[in-house]
């Protein structure tokens, strides 16, 4: 490829290429420490985050200088640190674009080209350093402008191995039980607790160990000997069980979403990966602190690359479904559904040909607000849908579009409610506050 020539007058190269605006083309060495607000002009870059660019600036300048020297040791420590970096983020700084994401694109690119499948997505490969190659090269949100034959070409669907998605959660426990492991082998004087096994009883001064004869016959007398026969206590009433709750939508966990962001997905050219905040509390499951914001929020990937535009995606109100259980899509943990109408198909005919329509929430309704279908909102939903139960898969038939483009929940075409006593035939679909969700043009959609 044409950039892996020299990897400073390739970096040049693309920022000129890319940024003519940004980057002079009489500037022999540009500035790349404060290139990403020239760059990126409506990015807003924090002083931790500009720290973080000039660390992996260096940090791209130290791998260059491993490189001509070919020092393996550490060109492999430092291609690691960058894959576990990127392991949990879509950029260097997490979502947000920099120049130091095309100062690594730059130097690395050439490398991962000349890498075996093995070696870019195997058991020991470096999958995430793959997957951010592609997304610089391709993403929008980089608008590099290098030709298609000078990409590096990357098969998606080629991976050897599935690393298990690394949980932040989970890592920060992991680190903090091995710290402890290490100060309590370190005390001295601490010795091993056996559970169950007590110390010693110290026989009085004069008094005889017991003999196995001695033993034996305890044991033999306490065998033979009579048992009190012991009264039992009457039992106490059942309690009359609790009637059964009908099925209801309700047990969807249906809420007002904010997407914050969303990307394409790495690894899926059909899948859009969104950032949204669902009103969740802080440390809840499936959940994690954006960096840029502050807020908890989910991960969501959704199958709507190439039907709806990434640009109607960003910072937007959407109607989210919170309680199926999360699913691994490419690699990339999912925790919600994005609801959105298309328009019913005959039976064996491709359901997601489109168009599709993204569900709409009150554009005021806060994140988290819950969402339910007019007569159907009593009890609580559950916290997680048990697959197994098919619950989503049972009401989903009778989510829907009228005429007035409002989204409904028409009882008559799930069997188990349909014509259920004290129960509307049709429910729209509203938020706390009574406000009616729609779409914007499709009449007798469905709504998945």
């Known amino acids: 490829m044409a950039t892996a020539a020299a990897p400073e007058s390739s970096l040049l190269s693309l920022l000129y290429r890319s940024y003519p605006t940004a980057i002079s083309p009489d500037a022999t ?3 790349y420490l404060h290139a990403s607000p020239k760059i990126f002009p409506l990015v807003k870059f924090a002083e931790t985050e500009e720290a973080d660019i000039k660390q992996w600036l260096n940090t791209v300048t130290g791998l260059k200088t ?6 393996k040791a550490v060109i492999d420590s430092i291609l690691t640190q960058l894959n576990t970096h990127l392991a949990t983020r879509t950029t260097l700084l997490g979502a947000k674009p920099s120049v130091a994401d095309i100062a690594v694109y730059a130097l690395v690119a050439p490398i991962v080209e000349k890498w075996s499948p093995e070696e870019r997505t195997g058991e020991k490969g470096y999958h995430h350093i793959v997957r951010h190659v592609d997304f610089i090269q391709n993403a929008r949100l980089f608008a590099l402008q290098i030709p298609e034959e000078e990409k590096v070409v990357i098969d998606v669907n080629d991976v050897k191995f599935v690393p298990k998605p690394v949980d932040a959660k989970e890592e920060k426990e992991r680190k903090k039980k091995e710290k402890a492991a290490q ?7 601490q010795k091993p607790l056996v559970v169950g096994q007590g110390k010693p009883a110290k026989a009085e001064k004069g008094d005889a160990a017991p003999t196995d004869a001695a033993a034996a016959a305890a044991a033999a007398g306490h065998k033979t000997g009579k048992k009190e026969k012991k009264e039992k206590a009457p039992k106490a009433p ?8 009908p099925p209801s939508p309700s047990l969807i966990d249906l809420r007002v979403g904010h997407i914050l962001r969303a990307i394409n997905h790495p690894n899926a050219d059909s899948l859009f990966v969104s950032t949204i905040d669902c009103g969740d509390a802080p440390g809840s499951d499936n959940t994690s602190l954006d960096e840029e914001t ?3 929020v989910r991960t969501v990937c959704s199958g709507l690359n190439g039907l709806i535009p990434l640009a109607e995606m960003q910072n937007r109100k959407i109607v989210a479904v919170c309680n199926l259980k999360p699913v691994t899509m490419r690699g990339i943990k999912s925790a919600a559904m994005v609801l959105a109408a298309s328009p019913r198909v005959e039976e064996g005919a491709d359901s997601h040909a489109g168009p599709v329509e993204l569900v709409i929430p009150p554009a005021d309704a806060p994140a988290g607000e819950r969402i339910s279908f007019q007569g159907w909102a009593e009890g609580e939903p559950e916290k997680q849908l048990n697959p197994k139960k098919k619950v989503w898969e049972t009401f989903q038939p009778g989510f829907g579009t009228n005429d007035d483009l409002e989204v409904v929940f028409d009882s008559n075409a799930v069997p188990t409610v ?5 129960k509307p035939p049709v429910g729209k679909l509203v938020t706390a506050s009574g406000v009616i969700c729609v779409v914007k043009t499709l009449k007798g959609a469905t709504v998945r």
């Open 183 to 189: 100060q309590n082998a370190g005390a001295e004087g």
């Open 418 to 422: 349909k014509g259920q006593e004290g």
């Open 238 to 245: 059942k309690a009359p069980a609790a009637p059964a709750t």
């Open 294 to 296: 502050g807020k908890t």
């Open 66 to 71: 491993a490189l001509a020297s070919n020092d």
């Open 29 to 31: 060495e540009p500035d």
